[in-house]
């Protein structure tokens, strides 16, 4: 059979104690947001709580834990990624180890990513599934990043990691940011000949362009799924075919976001503080209008000119934002965080796979400030009663849209 | 237009006499502006005045991948020698004062005459230089507010309204806006932040007569910059205050900012030497 969707449980790991008048009280959830907020005494067992929903996502059946880096910000509590990889890597047995992904330019040298990886890859025998970003909008405040030059930074970076992975050291690296001399990171990774790289991305050709050659997943960086999900799958496709590639649903990934509940009605009144919390607050500076979103626009100006021309001809800056949503049907219409009883999320996610066509499904079960036997109780339901619906369904919408997929996984066994 | 090595250099001249190098800023011509403002025109009665668009900006083309100040000023070295300036006045707002002051340190015997006007590019401990990048992410989708709070005398002030009005601009003026920032953030933001360290040190090697200009109240580039110019620059005497402008005291106070300079240009005529009033 056609290889089904993989299902992924991604936690983002936001700060959950902001009082309740955060909104109006503070400007934003980014960069600035004052750190005087954190509670330390309430936080005690806050990343031993998170923690052990991943763990439990993997005990369940999903096929993979999701993390990814954040600085200076209420969203995600990860400014380190690979602290809680390594922890999970103890913890569990069997799920991959996705994070998506080390912010590259953030780093002096990105041997140490090479060398993280590596680690990571070995205690997790072989489980990690390597995420690479540029991290272009908050960081170039947080962490002083310079935006112009953070891609070329980034694809060297990216190409440095590949070929000390592949190739025998030392070797010198004769780069325009990072030149070294000695080459030869121990150890190596379990994989061979490297892990599965993942970029993130939106859908700038130049990088989707990037992605296709050197073999890599995409990870399309949108919250909404509407119509421009399946363009950005359309569009990954053709620049595969002019590469004299093909496009399977494993080399692409989405992110949702979900609470499952018995019933639609009982699944929208559990979910519902979890997710305006999230919405209102964490979405504060990225995507919101409330507030300065710090995410994309002039101030970081890190696409060249014509991709910029691009932006400001297609966008709307008055269009509401995934955190403007006022109500359940605004979220409905943005595709990005279903909440409902087991037979409308299947569906849902149903939908949004076959407009996609894509693979991998990461999953956010937890949101904002969600108390955690919510989310154990709604990733129960997931497994239980949503997953095997997707797994059937998309391994025979697979089968069909890519038959030569299901030709070459015969050959192979 | 020039074409310099093989990049094309967009430049716009105005007014006959001698040559004085105009190097631009953000809330200026080609960082907002497509053409000369009164500021510039004024400025035209006294002088020729030459403005060429910074590497990216306007219709220049973008240096080397990567490039940073350093390159940017060779740059200059060779659109200078391109338009045969061996000997010019030169002038430079915020980020082209930075340049401006780095090319005095270097070639003072090309420099006639400096003149800074709410320039970058020094290490002031205390008066941070303010976030331009953080600032030109609007609010709201749109709002522009605190922009304009940083570059001009009030929010409200009728020259940032014109350039900066919280709407989806002129796809044109948008784009010279993030050319402009696409251009700061290859040279200013490395980090350090729009300035370099040891130019401080240095300055003691532009000895020609130099004017320090600073709109009041500048938020952008904090007056303590203006002072520390004054204190390192040999030939300059005190800084100059434009009343009622902020950092762009060239688009807010055209007349008295363009009279100030036009003014020293004036005293410092005949030798290149200051002529004294006493």
Redesign the interface.
């Known amino acids: 059979m056609t290889r089904p969707v993989q299902l992924y449980c991604w936690h983002f790991m936001s700060y959950p104690y902001l009082p309740a008048d955060f909104d109006e009280r503070y400007e934003t959830g980014w960069v600035t947001v004052p750190n005087r907020l954190w509670d330390a005494e309430r936080s005690r067992g806050l990343y031993q709580e998170y923690i052990d929903q991943l763990v439990y996502a993997d005990e369940i059946g999903f096929d993979g834990m999701v993390l990814n880096e954040h600085h200076q910000n209420i969203y995600g509590l990860m400014p380190s990624p690979n602290l809680i990889a390594a922890a999970l890597s103890q913890r569990t047995k069997r799920g991959k180890i996705v994070i998506l992904g080390n912010l590259l330019p953030l780093h002096l040298n990105p041997l140490r990513m090479a060398e993280e990886y590596a680690m990571l890859d070995n205690m997790s025998d072989g489980r990690l599934i390597a995420g690479f970003a540029p991290g272009s909008g908050p960081e170039t405040f947080n962490y002083d990043v310079p935006s112009a030059p953070s891609r070329g930074q980034f694809w060297e970076a990216v190409d440095l990691i590949h070929r000390a992975w592949t190739e025998d050291g030392p070797f010198a690296w004769e780069g325009r940011h990072y030149p070294l001399r000695y080459v030869n990171p121990w150890p190596r990774p379990t994989q061979q000949p490297h892990p599965p790289v993942w970029i993130p991305s939106s859908r700038s050709t130049e990088t989707l362009v990037n992605i296709a050659k050197r073999g890599y997943c995409y990870f399309l960086s949108s919250r909404s799924h509407g119509s421009e999900t399946a363009k950005s799958q359309a569009q990954f496709a053709k620049v595969l075919e002019e590469q004299g590639s093909r496009f399977d649903p494993f080399r692409m990934g989405i992110l949702m976001s979900a609470h499952v509940g018995d019933t639609d009605a009982q699944a929208q009144d559990e979910a519902k503080e979890g997710v305006w919390y999230f919405l209102k607050n964490c979405l504060k500076g990225h995507l919101r209008r409330e507030g300065r979103m710090l995410t994309a626009g002039p101030g970081i100006p890190y696409i060249p000119p014509s991709e910029f021309r691009n932006y400001l001809k297609f966008s709307d800056p008055n269009a509401p934002l995934l955190g403007d949503a006022e109500d359940w049907a605004d979220l409905q219409r943005a595709q990005s965080i279903i909440v409902g009883g087991p037979d409308t999320v299947a569906r849902r996610i149903i939908d949004i796979v076959e407009h996609a066509k894509c693979g991998h499904l990461l999953i956010q079960f937890h949101m904002g400030n969600m108390p955690d036997a919510l989310v154990r109780k709604s990733m129960t339901l997931f497994a239980r009663e949503v997953a095997p619906r997707l797994r059937e369904h998309s391994a025979r919408l697979f089968g069909r849209h890519f038959p030569e997929m299901e030709r070459s996984a015969e050959m192979a066994q | 237009m020039v074409e310099v090595r093989g990049r094309k250099v967009a430049l716009i001249e105005s007014g006959q006499g001698e040559p004085l190098v105009y190097l631009h800023g953000f809330a200026d011509v080609h960082g907002v502006a497509a053409d000369f403002q009164p500021f510039h025109l004024r400025l035209g009665t006294a002088a020729r005045v030459i403005a060429p668009a910074h590497p990216?900006c306007a219709q220049s083309d973008e240096l080397a991948?990567?490039y940073g100040i350093e390159d940017v000023i060779f740059h200059y070295l060779e659109v200078f020698d391109a338009l045969g300036l061996t000997s010019f006045d030169l002038v430079g707002h915020c980020v082209g004062g930075w340049i401006a002051a780095e090319l005095a340190v270097r070639y003072p015997e090309r420099v006639r005459r400096l003149c800074l006007i709410g320039a970058c590019g020094l290490f002031v401990p205390g008066a941070p230089i303010g976030?331009?990048?953080?600032?030109?992410?609007?609010?709201?989708?749109?709002q522009l507010t605190s922009l304009r709070k940083l570059l001009f005398y009030t929010e409200n002030a009728p020259a940032g309204l014109r350039f900066y009005a919280s709407a989806?601009g002129d796809?044109e003026e948008?784009?010279r806006?993030?050319?402009m920032?696409?251009?700061?953030?290859?040279v200013g933001?490395?980090?350090p932040?729009f300035y370099n360290r040891v130019l401080r040190g240095r300055l003691y090697r532009a000895t020609m007569p130099a004017a320090v200009i600073w709109g009041a109240a500048d938020r952008m580039v904090p007056c303590a910059h203006g002072d520390a110019y004054v204190a390192g620059l040999p030939g300059a005497e005190d800084l100059t205050l434009i009343q009622g402008a902020g950092h762009a005291a060239p688009l807010e106070r055209a007349d008295a900012t363009a009279d100030a300079l036009i003014e020293f240009l004036a005293t410092t005529r005949d030798t290149g030497q200051r002529v004294s009033n006493g």
Not at chain 2, 131 to 142: A, C, K, M, T, Y
């Open positions: 990216g991948e990567g976030d331009i990048f953080l600032h030109s992410q609007p609010e709201r989708g749109v989806r796809l948008e784009m806006r993030y050319q920032l696409r251009f700061g953030s290859f933001f490395k980090p932040y």
